[in-house]
């Protein structure tokens, strides 16, 4: 059973027989018990799952046209708690870094859904449906072994985009162009709704279909140069990515109404109160880099060995983007012990600072509250700076359908400020493939 991929094996040869017509079927149960035991809002623990059930259907090789695939996924997200209302990111108080790639409203949904035709031998390909831009876009093959959510879908993306984006756990309707003039090179642009819904409540089932009626769509370009990746190559593989993204729907201002005062203002600073309404600004967009590099391998063939990934967002409009700048990264290393050549260790650190005007409306509510003032919604307390996660982590592969990893995260400033104590969050995670 240890040789085995999967651990249901090949069905008596049923899975063979059906890979062979074109049809691979796969599921996978993520579970972790994860606990913050010092810091944040409140000290807890609890324990969530996720079964992923994916569909891949090459239709040439069932009977029909050459170059299509088709695709469908689905989700069952489990936890011990209602995971929107109570999960480890709101244990710890955690703003930006969620410390779970898994955590999710607890639902059975359709996560991804579409239709992909390659052309000119596989150099251009288009793909439509339903879509999950983190599957493609903006991820790092070295930051999967990472369990904070952030080393996947970034923070700069899901906490800017309306609903977080097109990404884990709802996917949004759309259509994603690649093109590879060569095996260095691969150009990529998607455009997808720019609000798939609120996972609890329009995303609970993943069947909206739609683009753009709630507010706008979002457009993501990639560029990816990869070099020595090719077979037979013997340097060090590396991947630089150049990204940049646009929403065009509207987007409140952070700290001005609509007469430029601020939000905050009850009088105390112009004379006169905020509307309470947020000055609207059309459009929001920003650009990002992301690097993998091998360092140093083991064997002349083979992936055994150290490696690097760095991601950085250096910019995005301030006055309605609560993230000023953004940058992750990590060592992992692949097969660290004697006779342990699967096995996956790795640190990584990730942080996101605050904006100017958020700094500023915390000040304007300060200043409000010493000239014996009440701010409309905030009270006196500390300007925001930035939150910050240091995660260490160890995959063991106990066998090839079958993982154990036991994690440590440590989340400075929790939501951007010193409000509260410094975060720590243990947790073993088990993966299991069927």
């Keep these: 059973m240890c040789g085995r991929e999967t651990l249901t094996g090949d069905w008596g040869g049923a899975r063979s027989r059906l890979a062979e017509k074109g049809w691979e079927l796969s599921a996978i149960y993520t579970g972790e018990f994860l606990a913050n035991v010092h810091g944040g809002a409140r000290t807890g623990e609890l324990y ?192 630089l990515k150049v990204g940049g993204w646009f929403h065009s729907g509207n987007f409140d201002d952070l700290r001005l109404d609509t007469l430029g005062r601020s939000l905050e203002d009850d009088g105390t600073l112009s004379g006169l109160a905020s509307t309470g309404v947020a000055r609207s600004h059309s459009g929001n967009g920003g650009f990002y880099f992301n690097v993998d590099q091998m360092l140093w391998r083991e064997k002349a063939e083979g992936d055994e060995g150290l490696a690097l990934y760095c991601r950085v967002a250096p910019w995005m409009p301030e006055d309605r983007n609560p993230v000023e700048f953004y940058a992750a990264g990590g060592l992992t290393y692949k097969g660290p012990l004697p006779n342990r050549d699967q096995d996956i260790c790795g640190v990584a650190v990730s942080c996101v600072t605050i904006n100017d005007r958020l700094k500023d409306l915390q000040r304007d509510a300060n200043t409000i509250v010493a000239l014996g003032g009440t701010p409309r919604t905030l009270g006196i307390g500390p300007v925001p700076d930035y939150e910050m996660a240091l995660e260490a982590t160890y995959r063991f592969a106990l066998a090839p359908w079958w993982s154990l990893q036991p994690d440590f995260q440590y989340i400075f400033h929790p939501g951007g400020s010193t409000a509260l104590k410094n975060a720590i969050v243990i947790g073993l995670r088990t993966q299991i493939a069927f």
């Excluded at 992923?52 to 469908?72: K, M, P, T, Y």
């Excluded at 884990?168 to 060569?182: C, D, E, F, L």
């Design 48 to 239: 969530q799952g996720l079964v992923r059930s994916d569909l891949n259907l090459d239709i040439e090789r069932a009977g029909g046209w050459q170059g299509g695939v088709f695709h469908a996924s689905g989700l069952w997200i489990q936890g011990s708690e209602a995971n929107i209302r109570n999960d480890i990111a709101g244990m710890t108080g955690a703003t930006f870094m969620e410390p779970s790639n898994i955590s999710a409203f607890d639902t059975v949904r359709l996560y991804e859904l579409w239709l992909e035709q390659s052309f000119l031998e596989d150099r251009l390909s288009i793909r439509g449906g339903q879509l999950a831009l983190d599957e493609r876009l903006i991820c790092s093959d070295y930051a999967c072994v990472f369990i904070g959510a952030t080393h996947g879908w970034p923070a700069f993306m899901s906490a800017l985009i309306p609903s977080g984006g097109p990404a884990y756990p709802v996917a949004g309707t759309g259509v994603m162009v690649t093109g590879r003039p060569n095996e260095q090179i691969e150009l990529m642009g998607a455009v997808v709704d720019g609000d798939v819904g609120d996972q609890s409540t329009e995303g609970r089932s993943g069947t909206h279909f739609g683009m753009g009626h709630r507010n706008g769509v979002l457009a993501l370009f990639e560029a990816v140069w990869r070099r020595n990746h090719e077979k037979g190559a013997i340097g060090l593989s590396g991947e």
